[in-house]
């Protein structure tokens, strides 16, 4: 079964750099969310899209923006990257609207960013 | 405010024992519950979960013990085996809300 596809799966930046991350989301899925997690930290949640539209925002930091895209899938970008943006970056879709039924999230497998 | 708190950082079991894993929640609003397990360098896969309506869910070797009152929640899973070993998260939600809230994760390790 087709699962949720993150690009790059790592990726090593520069301080100050910018860095873009990809996120495919399962077929059918509606709704992406974005997680950081930093080294031995819980996933804290980001940013959530539904149907293109930004449906939530978490501790995401001014220097990140993301969206969706026609064909659900979504972007997150990075700029003026720190060394505390280390960590793993995960999405997560999920199908419907959430604010209705219980809907599982499917995780993909993360993009390791490094900044060094 | 960690609403999801996962007390134990880390927790050995002999192989074919009980794991024994617990969550302790603080908003009450939270509908449903979940265990997710991650392995290093991959995102977590969803393991079992429960409605704020029922207090125990059973699939296979898991199960997972809803206490509303107490706002607790626990995970069982019998017996263990040593590709139990994991990070394991406990994460809530709310309807009307679009984000899960994660725990800290508790480390599992199970011993051949």
Redesign the interface.
Known sequence: AAG?IQSPRHLIKEKRETATLKCYPIPRHD?V?W?QQGPG?????LI?F?EKMQ??K?SIPDRFSAQQFSDYHSELNMSSLELGDSA?Y?C?SSSGL?????N???????T?LTVL | DQQVKQNSPSLSVQEGRISILNCDYTNSMF??F?W?KKYP??????LI?I?SIKDKNEDGRFTVFLNKSAKHLSLHIVPSQPGDSAVY?CAA?T???????????TRLKVLA
């Open positions: 949720v709704t969310y997680y930290q819980d996933p804290q949640f959530s539904y449906s939530d978490g793993l995960f997560a959430a604010g209705s039924t219980y599982e999230q499917f995780f993909g497998p993360g390791r | 509908d449903y979940l997710y360098a991959e995102g977590p896969t969803f979960s409605s998260f939600f309807s009307g809300t679009y984000k899960y809230i994660f725990g800290t994760g």
